[in-house]
């Protein structure tokens, strides 16, 4: 859960360590090295620079037209609360100038007006007017929303940044003063849960822009704002240099585990915002083991809690990996934020794989196809989608919480889902630290325009249908040479079937050269071609093939390329009116969208569909469907056996909704059996609790990308089967 002005305070699992601990960050080192902070090993580009195409243009555009492009409208944690509205500004910020959508592009303009034009005397944005209401932490997100806006439209710079200076003036000033705004003292009713004191890093990096780009005489004070919020934190007992050790990250967390940190560091929305802490420190330190500790904490999440679909298994808490355990859609969102934030600095290619896992599984399996509902968290196991008969399965979340609807349980899903694919687009391009080079980081079809170095005007098209095919197109233009450099995933083989070819044309000679060569990524998973001034064009040939992860238990996952792949459920959704996330009562219609588009949905399996099997996974069959088989693409019989290790999909051959059950026009066949499968708190109980019972004949079942079938097992017992008779029509 992130904490808005409305939601319960979570009791803490322990008492806060850390004590008043200093952590102050030497300035010395900034200043005499020339005012300069760490710098990335990858910059993404200034917002607007990157523009979607295909199928995420697709996916973009559904999303402003759906909940995240609504809400303004009717949603009364938008329009009515200074602390939710934040998350929903620094989402739609990049929405609105990723896609050019003017529609959306007013919504942010009048936001942005509004609180510009209405920042208080001493510097203050927002509406509290008390020292009791006022709290730091959700300012970040203001902020966060204001300097992608500043980047995007050059119009509005110099009002941002005033009104940010102001700000920190004031914010410097309070936080002098025993850490007003982000301790709670006395009366103080804002963040009583204590969010902020674990998201004290949040203000760096919008004042570390603010710092490197119009500082503006004020260095010192921006400086000490960033020392104070962490100090402040410190003092808490919300040190995450504390919690992302070997000794003291939880490897399992129940009831009975012993855990000595305060219960800020096992929230997963906490975690997944906690992995930029060291990160955050580092660029103003310089202090290399903050940036070790960073790749420490990304490997201890990995073991211990990443979940099959890339995000964090954390319902409000982590506990273990066990697939019935619920994770939190706010969680995706941040991961795919953090690991794209980490990349730039480390340039780890795992970590790369890590954000479009996140982006392309856990969260798009969350949101429904059309963007108009979602739910607070989902299973990896989940053979429905309604109100359970308990709520013991997980921590402080209720029964409804895997639920598809506007606000299934505590509404910060609500409003801060919108940022994840925006600014997933906006990082998916990014120059070389030296400013002369681009890199295509994460795949998604998109152009990116820039000017490398001083002069050198770039333009970068990709087309592609990746991740549901394997092949990416570009097209480029430069005023002059540069290195390009594309990201190969870490699951890509290398061999000769992963190929990459090029045609350039000298815009000084007019010499046309082509190429064709097999894929050879350098130690970091770059594949480099050099460009020359004119136009040239590239194409890569990713190839693959399915891969079998296993876990506990006698238990495994499938992975296809960047997807995970699940038991497709055929289900049946009976909507029904919104309900508020407290009471459970109908919402008014002045909450809901006036158009009718808001509704909760129950989902069930149909009469027949099987959910409880186990799995075979040396026999594994990649089927795609037949070309012009139209509305009839999601059954089995409109497929044909797909036997290349390179899969080429073309872009009429993606449907849209692409995270539709049927829609993804590449599905596996994988040899199951039915078994006996006990029902444990009203779900299917965790495979290696029971045992393995099968019954019936043996028959391949239909598994599809997780994102796209919300009803899903991903986690299956393993048994070794006799051959199975593969029959395309079963």
């Keep these: 859960m992130v904490v808005l002005g409305f939601c319960v305070a979570l009791a803490a699992l322990a008492g806060g360590g850390g004590g008043a601990q200093a952590a102050a960050i030497s300035r010395s080192t900034y200043e005499e090295e020339g005012n300069s902070l760490v710098q990335p090993v990858y910059k993404p580009l200034d917002l607007g620079s990157v523009k979607p195409l295909g199928w995420f243009k697709d996916q973009l555009e559904l999303e402003a037209a759906g909940l995240s492009g609504n809400m303004f409208d009717f949603y009364r944690f938008v329009h009515d609360s200074s602390e939710a509205s934040p998350y929903w500004f620094n989402g739609l910020v990049p929405l609105a100038f990723g896609l050019g959508d003017e529609r959306i592009l007013g919504q942010v303009k009048y936001y942005l007006d509004y609180i510009l034009d209405h920042q208080q005397e001493d510097g203050w944005i927002g509406w509290e007017t008390t020292q009791a209401t006022r709290g730091l932490w959700a300012r970040c997100l203001v902020l966060l929303g204001l300097i992608q806006y500043a980047e995007a439209d050059p119009t509005q710079t110099d009002r941002i940044v005033d009104a940010m200076h102001r700000y920190v003036v004031l914010a410097h000033s309070m936080l002098q003063n025993n850490y007003t705004g982000l301790l709670v003292h006395g009366n103080d009713t804002f963040d009583t849960a204590g969010f902020g004191v674990g998201r004290t890093h949040e203000m760096h990096i919008p004042l570390q822009w603010l710092l490197e780009r119009y500082p503006r005489n004020n260095s010192e004070i921006i ?81 211990y809690h990443r979940s099959l679909a890339g995000t964090i298994t954390a319902d409000e808490y982590v506990s273990d990996l066990n697939p019935s355990r619920g994770s939190e859609l706010c969680i995706a969102a941040e991961v795919m934020f953090s690991s794209a934030y980490i990349y730039q600095y480390l340039g780890d290619n795992d970590i790369a794989d890590w954000a479009e896992q996140a982006a392309f599984n856990a969260f798009p399996v969350s949101v429904s196809g059309d963007w108009w509902s979602h739910q607070y968290v989902q299973q990896e196991n989940q053979p429905w989608s309604r109100n359970l008969s308990t709520d013991d399965l997980w921590w402080d979340v209720n029964s409804y919480a895997n639920v598809f609807g506007l606000e299934p349980n505590y509404p910060c899903c609500t409003v801060n889902h919108p940022q994840a694919y925006p600014k997933f687009l906006a990082n998916s391009f990014a120059t070389t630290s030296d400013g002369k080079g681009l890199a295509h980081v994460f795949l998604v079809p998109g152009t990116a325009a820039t000017t490398l170095g001083s002069d050198n005007s770039v333009l970068v098209s990709v087309n592609t249908t990746y991740p549901f095919g394997h092949t990416l197109t570009y097209s480029i233009s430069a005023s002059s040479p540069f290195d390009f450099s594309i990201r190969i995933p870490t699951w890509a083989s290398t061999t000769s079937r992963s190929t990459i070819a090029t045609n350039s044309t000298n815009s000084t000679t007019g010499v046309t050269s082509t190429t064709s060569t097999t894929l050879s990524p350098d130690a970091n998973g770059l594949q480099h071609v050099s460009v020359p001034a004119g136009t040239s064009a590239a194409t890569i040939r990713l190839s693959t093939a399915p891969r079998v992860v296993p876990r506990a238990n006698d238990t495994a996952a499938i ?125 299917a109980a965790d495979p290696g609790t029971f045992d393995v019972t099968p019954k019936g004949k043996p028959f391949y079942a239909r598994f599809v990308p997780y994102g796209s079938s919300k009803l899903h097992m991903a986690l299956l017992p393993v048994v070794k089967l006799q051959d199975v008779d593969f029959d395309i029509s079963e």
């Design 223 to 303: 400086w000490e704002t960033m020392e104070l919020m962490i100090e402040g934190g410190v003092l808490w007992g919300a040190d995450w240099r504390k919690f992302w050790t070997d000794e003291a990250y939880p490897k399992v967390l129940y009831e009975t585990t012993p855990f000595n940190l305060s219960w800020v560091f096992i929230h997963g929305v906490n975690m997944a915002q906690g992995l930029r802490y060291p990160l955050s420190l580092y660029r103003n330190s310089k202090d290399k083991t903050l940036k070790q500790q960073t790749r420490k904490a990304v490997d201890l999440l990995a073991k």
């Design 559 to 683: 992975y296809y390329g960047a997807l995970l792949y699940a038991l497709a459920i055929e289900h049946d959704a009976v909507a029904v009116p919104p309900v508020e996330y407290r009471s459970g009562k109908i919402l008014p219609p002045s909450t809901t969208d006036p158009h009718g588009h808001t509704h909760d949905y129950v989902l069930t399996p149909k009469r027949g569909s099987r959910w409880n099997i186990a799995i075979d996974p040396t026999q594994i069959r990649v089927v795609r469907r037949r070309r012009g088989s139209g509305s009839d693409a999601g059954s089995s019989s409109s497929f044909e056996e797909h036997v290349d290790d390179v899969l080429e999909v073309s872009n009429d051959e993606l449907e849209n909704p692409i995270w539709e059950l049927g829609a993804p026009p590449v599905e596996l066949r994988v040899a199951a059996v039915e078994i006996d499968w006990p029902i444990v708190m009203d779900t």
